[in-house]
């Protein structure tokens, strides 16, 4: 009988606690997460030896890895995220908690695009294969692939800071 009572006073205390604090309800708000420049990475076009160059954050912790470019709200289309891993394997990447639609590039261990992932959609927990062994992957803004013409055989250079 004993226990009933203090249940039954918990249960009113609970729901006093839940529906007369609607005032005092905390906001959590989300860090906003800004690009920090680890390197530059140039992407050279087979074709014609053209060029181009990017600012980019590297992600080779698996923290960094599994974290990605999510929460982001933005991102220029001259950064990017690579990802660098310790061997050349099929690579799955997913758009988890990932705010702004992405172009995937996937290099082997030469550094040279083996496949793509285009115009991956936000938040999609599908699964982005690299369809080939990659050791790299780099993530930049939606349609910038094809603004770019990039290829298969294209070749990548980057440097850390």
Same mark, same amino acid.
């Given at each position: 009988?004993? +226990?009933?009572?203090? +249940?039954?006073?918990?249960? +009113?205390?609970?729901? !006093?606690? &839940?529906?007369?604090? =609607?005032?005092? $309800?905390?906001?959590? =708000?989300?860090? /906003?997460?800004?690009?920090? $420049? /680890?390197?530059?990475?140039?992407?050279?076009?087979?074709?014609?030896?053209? =060029?181009?160059?990017? *600012?980019?954050?590297?992600?080779?912790?698996?923290? *960094?890895?599994?974290?990605?470019?999510?929460?982001?709200?933005?991102?220029? *289309?001259?950064? !990017?995220?690579? &990802?660098? %891993?310790? *061997?050349?394997?099929?690579?799955? %990447?997913?758009?988890? @908690?990932?705010?702004?639609?992405?172009?995937?590039? &996937?290099?082997?261990?030469?550094?040279?695009?083996?496949?793509?992932? /285009?115009?991956? $959609?936000?938040?999609?927990?599908s699964s982005l294969p690299s369809n080939a062994p990659a050791q790299y992957v +780099? /993530?930049? @803004?939606? !349609?910038?692939? @094809?603004?770019?013409?990039?290829?298969? !055989?294209?070749?990548?250079?980057?440097? =850390? &800071?």
């Open positions: 009988m004993l +226990l009933k009572r203090h +249940l039954f006073l918990y249960i +009113l205390l609970s729901l !006093g606690a &839940f529906t007369g604090c =609607k005032d005092n $309800k905390k906001s959590i =708000k989300q860090t /906003e997460v800004s690009f920090t $420049k /680890e390197g530059s990475l140039t992407i050279i076009k087979a074709s014609d030896s053209s =060029k181009i160059t990017l *600012d980019i954050e590297i992600a080779d912790t698996d923290f *960094d890895i599994q974290t990605g470019l999510m929460y982001r709200d933005s991102m220029l *289309d001259s950064q !990017g995220m690579l &990802f660098v %891993f310790d *061997d050349e394997q099929k690579r799955y %990447f997913y758009m988890k @908690n990932t705010k702004i639609s992405l172009d995937l590039i &996937f290099f082997n261990s030469d550094k040279k695009i083996v496949s793509f992932q /285009e115009h991956a $959609k936000p938040f999609d927990e +780099l /993530e930049i @803004n939606s !349609g910038l692939i @094809n603004s770019w013409q990039l290829a298969v !055989g294209d070749r990548i250079q980057f440097s =850390k &800071f």
